[in-house]
């Protein structure tokens, strides 16, 4: 192909591609930059495997740390397992370009999206996204794009199209808006409690900006001669569709109206009604019917027809009756209970929540500053954690037995969403400074697990006692769509998040949002729809939050017996090596000392931590005693802890230690310091000089007796 740059100026920003000089073996390669970010995404497609049932997509996006000028710490130097954000952007790729393939299509087909150059101003991930548009347009794959996304920010009371990290931090709203030429196709996003209209609105706004780099992008096709991909499905023999439909329908019909059976009771009805009518009646067929010929040979087969027939009835209930499977009204809620502080104090904080089928474990832990995630092998800006979300999905809360790995992507990103969900609403580090760790464990699974480990996170941090600002809630919206015919559902469980067209989920506050997810099986949503379904989402919310709040009302006064106390204060910066000491020697001793554990950072911010709190106490009163200013003059009672022919060593504060000279033991000739004082004796001391080396000269004449009384005083204290 040949070389090809295109510009696209919007909204104050610009973009650049540059195609047919990247990867020249690979499908489709486009190399994506705005400012001195660049990303190159390819897009390859190989023969599809025999005897699958899905589209094998795979979306890789790899960060080098040579796009920032780095070199990867470890042993080998070189990059190692995916750092979080790259897994949490290779599913931002994936999620909208997924549902833009056609539903037939079983080739292998492989999004790699590699960040090549990288500054500290533009994010590559929403980069990535577009790119991996413009690359399978190239690759000549099926294609109902073309698809592009942009991130919108909110500075004071504008919005702003791509904003840079700095913007990100400072503002109130970090969204990616992804779309196609048929509408909205995902969302995503992480609020300052903004309310419903300012995010309905932020989500228009992007999508304009949506639509310059997808007409961008058709100009882009006409300048090179191409055309969109367009290929005819395989073609399908209806013949056991209509042996399945004659048999089951009815039955599958009449389970769906029976509204008192729970997820399991359907699904055993349901797979009764497979095998009964289906599954017996092909069996009965001569070895030699294409029907059963059919069946023997692809054994999913019946599986999958009886899955879409079943899929159809649904979702024609939902549309024409207005009845969900399980009774429920389009905007209802399931039954919902809360539960905290059923494990033992040794967990700082637990929260159980139940909705419906759907139960989520909790379980806070309180950590010491020196508990940050270090994010240093990344190409962003963030260096450290101090809140981190942990979703484990393990395969009984579906009642199903597989090996045990490490997360997957989609463990991931729950976490991740439920982790943005929060963080608005954390207290400042200054008024808390605890590292804090969220676990949810999914316990039961039948649908919106990751809205549930919002509301199991906010019980379980409020048991803690963490002083949260708001407590958070979320729900999980749902959507069916038939030609012009919409339906928002509340509240979706499995099998509408199976067989439905969106799943959506909104977490916030009583006050607004602070996050959202939505993700497509259609090829596009208008804003309006969007908008209904966020509105119709508050109501659940705030349902939701009522009967959170009947559990636990308020953060516990108390942290748990068994979480670490910690003490914070500041020293002068230039004092931090005192406190440390040469080779970590003086912090180790006071570790050893006191029990308690010493976090500094660079600007002479000091926490102490002990679970017990006279350690930490301890610890603090030694360091302050260090790098305590003394003044010439000032009187303390000091301990003699050392004796040298000509003086004695009186440690005055905890940590720092003065001298008295012979002579100024007492107002007369002393033969022998032994004579006046020994190791272990309380004296009043006043600070006689501190000499250019810092070194403390202490003398026992001309005290005061209001002096002494005074410095006795405050050593009680």
Known sequence: MQEFDKSISFDGRDIRLKVGLFAPQAGGAALIQSGDTAVLVTATRAEGRE?????????????????AGKIPGGFLRREGRPPEKVTLTSRLIDRPLRPLFPQWLRDDIQII????????????????????SVAVLLGKIPFQ????????????????????????????????????????VMVEAGANQLPEQDIIEAIDFGYEAVQDLIEAQQEMMKELNLDLVSEEPPEIDNSLEDFVRERATTGIKKILSQYDLDKNDRDAALDKVREEEVETAIAELPDEDPLKVAATEDSKAVSKVFKDITKELMRSQIVNDGVRVDGRKLDEVRPISCRVGLL??????SGL??????????????????????????????????????????PFSVGETKPLRSPGRREIGHGALAERAILPVLPPQEDFPYVIRVVSEVLSSNGSTSMGSVCGSTLALMDAGVTILKPVSGAAMGLIKEKDEVRILTDIQG???FLGDMDFKVAGTDSGITALQMDMKITGL??????????????????????????????????????PRLLTFKIDPE?????????????????EQTGAKVDIQDDGTITVSAVEAEKAEKAQKIIEGMTRKLDEGDVYVGRVVRIIPIGAFVEVLPGKEGMIHISQLADRRVGKVEDEVAVGDEVVVKVREIDSKGRINLTRLGIHPDEAAKAREAAIK
Do not use: C
Not at 116 to 125: A, G, I, N, R
Not at 162 to 173: A, F, I, Q
Not at 344 to 349: D, E, I, L, Q, S
């Open 526 to 563: 208008s804003v309006k729809v969007i908008a209904d379904a966020i509105k119709q989402a508050k109501p659940a919310r705030l349902h939701i939050l009522e009967k959170m709040l009947e559990a636990i009302a308020e953060p516990r006064p108390q942290l748990s017996p068994y979480a």
């Open 51 to 67: 005897g699958i049932d899905f589209l094998p997509l795979l979306v890789d996006y790899e960060e080098r740390l040579y796009a």
């Open 353 to 394: 929540f139940n909705r419906g089928l759907t139960q989520v474990m909790s379980v806070v832990t309180l950590g010491t500053p020196g508990d940050a995630q270090e994010l240093a092998d990344d190409l962003h800006p963030q260096d450290e954690k101090r809140y981190l979300h942990h979703y484990n999905f393990p």
């Open 575 to 591: 004092l931090i090596g005192l406190v440390i000491g040469p080779g970590g020697k003086t912090i180790k001793g006071i570790t």
């Open 495 to 497: 099998i509408e998040d």
């Open 113 to 132: 999206a590699t960040t090549l150059s990288m500054d500290e101003e533009v994010p590559p991930d929403v980069l990535a996204v577009t790119g991996a």
């Open 344 to 349: 033992p104090a040794r967990v700082h904080g």
């Open 145 to 184: 794009g073309p698809m592009a996304a942009v991130r919108v920010g909110l500075v004071g009371d504008d919005f702003i199209i791509n904003p840079t990290y700095r913007e990100v931090r400072e503002g109130d709203l970090d969204l990616v808006v992804a779309g196609s030429p048929d509408g909205v």
